[in-house]
């Protein structure tokens, strides 16, 4: 019988519920790991952050710049 079914079912017997049980253990046993590639995953995301950051940075460098030189005048 399937857990989710015994889940469900309000009038289940204690035999059902310990059945349900011992076949989730055994199953939760008999998982294995899977081998596999552990390199990182391939999102498609190509952005350059540091690029990003510098674009910033100059564009507020700017900004402060031609503020001080309008305080100036």
């Known amino acids: ?13 204690e035999a059902e519920v310990n059945a349900a049980h011992a076949a989730l253990t055994k199953a939760l046993e008999g998982l294995v790991a899977k081998p596999g590639d552990t390199t990182a995953i391939k ?26 030189e309008k305080v100036l005048k």
């Not at 952050?49 to 507020?60: D, K, P, Q, V, W």
């Open 1 to 13: 019988m399937k857990a989710q079914a015994v889940l469900e079912n309000p009038e289940a017997s």
């Open 43 to 68: 999102t498609g995301d190509n952005s350059l952050i540091g690029t990003s950051i510098a674009l910033m940075s100059l564009s507020l460098a700017r900004i402060l710049y031609f503020k001080k």
